[in-house]
């Protein structure tokens, strides 16, 4: 595949303009909270307002005889019905396996976070349903609650789950057999930097709060779901054959035009299987639209680490091992990615860009009375990120060399490279991007902008930090003996019409990345026909084959090479088709711009005729193919990739408030090849916005007794377009990835895995450059904080 | 119930609506004008952002009651009866200001609005106007440049395309 | 939200008249009022409207005093007050433009918002409140967090503001509401200087009358060098703590003591 080309108009490396836009622009997109089933009704769910407590008694008598109501639920109805599941089984560091618990639809007994659903009414209209709501008479035993994860694990900490053995879902050691030898290289360092830091708890915030239609048709039997999701598919399988007990073809899953995700929009949520059997339950569509306020007590949150890094020197700032010891907080319950998200999408990724030969990664993974934590954007790597490249920063500093040259010298430089936390990075070029970041974010020209700065009384200061990051979590079998419990392949069916035209249906969903833009750009290169004759059905898992969904950046990566190989598939047919139109044998038929030829002489066939040919067989090898030109694919890949990159900020500091402004904002990076230049730009300068909100606005805060005091946008700062500067991007260091057929890495989440970093970097620098003696400051790095911390 | 009439789009519309029916309700359940979106609570993220009588509005944080007699401007009326995209519509796809699409309708009905007052605002003054739309895909740099794009400035030397 | 009935009176004796009803209660432009409605913190029997309302519209000046009516929306005064530069200015300031377009004057000193802006240029300026029962002068009215003079039913119909030789305000947004984490307005008078600080201080809105001293003598922003306001009794959250407030404090008046030179 050629690498990206700007001046290309159409096909791989294109900048093609997104044909999505045309909907959303003129306000005709279709999202869930757009879809109204006939004779609809509302369900309001009552909520908990405590963190903690036993529930005593809970009447809905009166609110059932309520005007409009059409039935109250609670714990109850759902005795039969299964709890939500979690999809991933971590075993920790002593052969045991994790302790998880019951995860009930609604409350049984008890309540275990500010938000956890207790019941939920069903009325004619939403307002009724919530009048309703006010009107159950509710009962909770207030319970202690649990909060901080360290005091979460002493002794007498009251437990979350009165039937585990106390609030540690997991200790989990990765690599245990390399502890001893870590523990030596410490004790023969040269210089060990040691760093304690706090990745903060983030709420992800898709503009489009959460939204369910359970329908159900008595005649066939069938349920509907229409959710915001970014899998239905995965939605159908654990809400079908885990929860309500439907089978997969008497369900049908809808996730339409959904506003963003980040990942919060990957997990199964209650709201969702509710509304299902519900519906099922009352012959009668049931909807629920999430208020922004109930988003920040329901959706499961990001982050959460509280972390100690140390990083062992020889005598030569050659880095010998590495040590980290982490709580990762899962929240009151497992949703349903959490667990892997400190362990096999963190540990892994501790090796960095550095050729650090020992490590060892201790994770304590704890409950406490807070809404559930699982992936988001990043999902394990921003964290391994920010603590590596907070820590080597640190070091850098302790030796007074320059952080630049401190990493470009433990670089790993040889590829593939097997590092020592169990994966093999196939290719990169950390050199080249580290590079072309100095070369775009001018890093020559820092000290002059930093004496300008000084001169109107600010403070400057550079960050710079690099990251990696593994995509397209794979291979199956592999996944399946880490504690995954579902396949992480992806599908696409390629059927092309009579007249040329083709439909793809893939497992990936799109929701803000473009595909219905980019998907067709492929399928335009290899064959040679207009990107308009592609369109791409996603989202509907009655129209298409059993895919994984988006996340984790790989969608391009596994959909796109599933899309490649059923493409692949056609084409060899379409040859065979056409060998026969020309008479000639199909090896020495080729393809190229949409014509099929015969090397050496003027026998050609168009495109259209052989698709004509495949559906009208008259002239057609029907004793050797069948008519026809449909093929499916199932892409299962052999490797994570790994895209890589390095990170520059300026932050101008304000020395009497202590506020940041991001000055200046390079990233530079290698995602193998690009299919669409404008969209990839597009995805950094999303991810980017969104590390610097956790860098510097964005946190996630309950108080010691469990209630969120960041509840709302009144008080959890979203970064908004003055936060922000115009970002310097560049991703023409390409190094395609080797096991895929696009050779291209995935970009989604790389803004947001290494921005964090490069601003408190950047900060600190700024602070010391006034002689302040500050090595670090938590995230978000408020004017507060940052006031404080040049105060001590 | 009580009766309430304006102007949406150039045409004249009515319906029955409660004392506490929001504006952006009377539009996206009885008008089906669903181009409108709700993203908060709290009169923050700007998705609902409609004109009201040629002024930005948060159609989420005002009654329909309020808009009685109103001319009302939302993002379905922005492109030419044929389809073809305004100025701003057309900058948003050019320079790939949105992804996900969700807080889109706000953010052009907001550029709008501030194109009208300040026919070319520099990038400070645009970031500052957005004050009021959150958007969580973009990190907005695509949206301040399609809005400078889009009041005629040339944007090629903006960094990255 | 509750329902409600809603009423929008064309003057203000009709409003007071429709305010009369038990929990009656008066909309302004809603931009805080709607939102706790929808929290349900609210169970108005009537919502009154005071959008309607000529005679709380309009800008004048009257006895060398900008008159502004109550029902001005934050935009109008940004825009309508080129009179009074430094309260246009912090007009402009309130929120974000669509809030801008629909919040008025006497919605948000009605309310009395311990965050927001407005009652710091009422306080600042020492401005009189005109009620649909009385004058009120800005000192007797703010009485602590969401807490004012206005009796039941009283409705702000407009406030008059003396005009300062120079005025300026300097707002520290508090990053997530954009509400003031500090403001401060410092307005200079030919008899004295008035600085009022909102968003710090857990009673609302207050003077802080050892600035207004030393800058009576020496408007310069060294004059508060050694000036503070003591932490205790200022906001703490996870905005920022009682002592970074009380910090912002001083920051913010010498930067209005100095833009206002």
């Not at chain 1, 990957?266 to 339950?281: D, L, M, P, S, V």
């Not at chain 1, 996603?538 to 493409?567: C, F």
């Not at chain 1, 964090?756 to 904080?785: C, E, F, Q, W, Y």
């Not at chain 2, 990038?123 to 740099?141: A, D, F």
């Amino acid at each position: 595949m050629p690498k990206d080309i700007d001046a290309k108009e159409s096909g791989i490396g294109a900048a093609s303009k997104r044909r999505e836009d045309i909907r959303f622009l003129s306000g005709t997109g279709n999202y869930t909270d757009d879809i109204n089933v006939n004779g609809q009704a509302y369900v309001h769910f009552l909520r908990s307002d405590v963190a903690h407590g036993r529930i005593t008694s809970l009447d809905t008598a009166a609110a059932a005889g309520m005007p409009g109501v059409l039935r109250v639920f609670t714990g109850a109805d759902f005795e039969a019905v299964g709890g939500l599941p979690c999809g991933w089984q971590v075993t920790d560091r002593f052969g045991e396996v994790m302790q998880e618990p019951a995860h009930p639809v609604l409350a049984q007994g008890k309540v275990r976070h500010v938000g956890d659903p207790i019941a939920a009414v069903v009325a004619a209209t939403a307002e009724q349903a919530r009048d309703a709501a006010e009107a159950i008479e509710l009962d909770i035993e207030d319970l202690p609650a649990v909060v901080d994860m360290k005091a979460a694990l002493a002794e007498d900490a009251p437990k979350v789950h009165d039937d585990l053995t106390s609030n540690l879902c997991y200790d989990w050691g990765f690599v245990e057999e390399n502890k001893e030898a870590v523990a030596k290289a410490f004790d023969e360092a040269a210089h060990v930097t040691t760093l304690e830091l706090v990745n903060n708890r983030l709420v992800a915030n898709p503009m489009e709060p959460r939204v369910a239609v359970g329908d159900f048709n008595r005649a066939t039997g069938e349920s509907t779901l229409y959710t915001t999701s970014q899998n239905p598919h995965v939605i159908r399988l654990l809400m079908g054959a885990f929860v309500l007990g439907i089978p997969e073809h008497k369900l049908r899953v809808v996730a339409p035009d959904v506003g963003g995700g980040f990942g919060s929009k990957i997990f199964h949520y209650a709201e969702e299987a509710f509304c299902t059997f519900a519906a099922k339950a009352l012959n009668r569509a049931v909807k629920w639209t999430s208020s922004r306020s109930e988003a920040f007590m329901s959706d499961a949150h990001g982050r959460d680490h509280v972390t100690k890094i140390e990083l062992a020197l020889d005598a030569d700032n050659n880095f010998t091992a590495l040590r980290t010891d982490t709580h990762a907080n899962m929240g009151a319950y497992l949703s349903t990615f959490a667990p892997s998200v400190p362990t096999w999408l963190h540990g892994t990724l501790m090796a960095g860009n550095y050729k650090t030969p020992l490590i060892y990664v201790n994770v304590k993974a704890v409950f406490t009375n807070t809404v559930p934590v699982d992936a988001y954007r990043g999902a394990g790597r921003p964290e391994a990120t920010y603590q590596l490249e907070r820590v080597i920063d640190k070091a850098a500093r302790e030796l007074n060399v320059d952080p630049i040259a401190l990493r470009r010298q433990n670089f790993i430089t040889e590829f593939p490279y097997a590092t020592p936390v169990a994966v093999e990075y196939d290719t990169g070029d950390y050199v080249a991007t580290m590079d072309k970041l100095e070369e775009i974010a001018d890093i020559k020209g820092f000290d002059g902008r930093r004496t300008e700065s000084e001169k109107a009384g600010k403070l400057r200061g550079l960050g710079v930090n690099c990251y990696i990051e593994a995509c397209g979590i794979a291979p199956s079998n592999l996944v399946g003996q880490l504690g995954a419990r579902a396949g992480l392949y992806e599908s696409a069916t390629v059927r092309v019409n009579a007249t040329g035209g083709i439909v793809v249906m893939t497992g990936s969903h799109s929701h803000g990345q473009g595909h219905e833009t980019s998907f067709p750009q492929v399928i335009s290169e290899m064959i040679g026909i207009p990107e308009d004759m592609v369109e791409i059905e996603h989202g509907d898992t009655a129209n298409t084959p059993m895919g994984m969904g988006t996340y984790g950046s790989r969608s391009l990566a596994v959909g796109g090479s599933a899309m490649v190989k059923a493409t692949e598939k056609i084409i060899n047919k379409a040859k065979k088709i056409a060998a026969h139109l020309m008479e000639a044998s199909d090896a020495d038929v080729e393809l190229k711009d949409g014509q099929f030829s015969i090397a050496g002489t003027d026998k050609s066939v168009a495109w259209g005729d052989v698709t004509l040919a495949a559906y009208v067989p008259h002239n057609y090898p029907l004793e050797e193919i069948e008519p026809g030109l449909e093929e499916t694919a199932f892409y299962d890949p052999a490797n994570f990739t790994y895209p890589a990159g390095a990170y520059a900020c300026e932050v101008e500091v304000d020395p009497d408030t202590g506020k940041v402004t991001i000055e200046r904002f390079a990233a530079a990076d290698d995602f193998g090849n690009v299919v669409n230049p404008m969209i990839v730009d597009g995805q950094v300068h999303g991810g980017l916005g969104q590390g610097i909100g956790q860098a510097l606005l964005e946190g996630c805060v309950y108080d010691e007794d469990g209630q969120l005091l960041s509840a709302s946008f009144m008080d959890y700062a979203m970064p908004r377009a003055d936060d922000v500067p115009f970002y310097q991007v560049d991703h023409s260091c390409q190094t395609p990835c080797t096991h895929n057929p696009l050779g291209v890495k995935g970009c989604g989440e790389a803004g947001a895995i290494g921005s964090p970093p490069a601003v408190v970097n950047a900060v600190v620098d700024a602070l010391r450059s006034a002689g302040k003696d500050v090595t670090h400051i938590d995230m978000p790095l408020t004017p507060a904080r940052v006031w404080a911390a040049m105060q001590s | 119930m009580t009766k309430v009439s304006m102007t949406v789009n150039g045409t004249p519309m009515s319906g029955d609506v409660e004392g506490r029916t929001l504006l952006v309700s009377f539009l996206r359940d009885q008008q089906g004008l669903t181009g409108t979106h709700v993203g908060c609570d709290t009169s923050q993220c700007g998705a609902c952002v409609v004109h009201v009588d040629g002024k930005a509005v948060k159609a989420c944080t005002m009654l329909a009651l309020e808009a009685e007699g109103a001319e009302v401007a939302t993002i379905e009326g922005q492109a030419a009866a044929d389809g073809t995209l305004n100025a701003i519509q057309a900058a948003f796809q050019e320079h790939h200001g949105l992804q996900c699409g969700f807080c889109t309708p706000g953010m052009v009905m907001s550029a709008a609005a501030l194109l009208k007052d300040n026919p070319k605002p520099s990038e400070g003054e645009i970031r500052h106007y957005l004050e009021g739309n959150l958007c969580r895909c973009t990190g907005y740099h695509n949206i301040v440049k399609a809005i400078m794009a889009a009041s005629g400035q040339d944007v090629s030397a903006i960094a990255a395309e | 939200m509750y329902e409600f009935e809603f009423a929008r009176p064309a003057s203000v004796a009709e409003a007071v008249k429709a305010l009369s009803e038990e929990d009656a209660q008066a909309l302004g432009g809603g931009q805080t009022l709607i939102p706790t409605l929808k929290q349900r913190l609210a169970m108005p029997s009537t919502l009154v409207s005071l959008s309607g309302i000529d005679e709380m519209k309009g800008i004048h000046s009257e006895g060398g005093q900008l008159v502004i009516g109550g029902a001005m929306t934050h935009a109008d005064v940004a825009e309508g007050a080129e009179a009074y530069p430094a309260l246009a200015a912090l007009a402009g300031q309130i929120g974000d433009p669509a809030v801008r377009n629909r919040g008025t004057l006497g919605g948000s000193i009605a309310n009395n918002d311990p965050a927001a802006c407005y009652p710091a240029a009422v306080l600042g300026s020492g401005a009189t409140i005109v009620t649909s029962a009385r004058e009120i002068a800005a000192d007797d009215y703010f009485q602590g967090m969401f807490t004012t003079a206005l009796e039941e039913g009283e409705i702000v119909t407009a406030v008059k503001f003396p005009q300062p030789e120079v005025a300026n305000y300097q707002k520290f947004l508090q990053p997530a509401s954009r509400f003031a984490l500090v403001g401060v307005f410092v307005a200079r008078f030919a008899d004295g200087v008035r600085v009022a600080v909102t968003g710090a201080s857990e009673e609302g809105v207050f003077r802080w009358g050892a600035a207004e001293a030393a800058l009576a003598t020496d408007f310069s922003a060294d004059a508060i060098s050694g000036l503070t306001v003591e932490a205790d009794g200022m906001i703490g959250d996870i905005h920022g703590t009682k002592a970074y407030r009380a910090h912002l404090v001083g920051v913010m008046t010498k930067r209005a003591v100095a833009a206002a030179s």
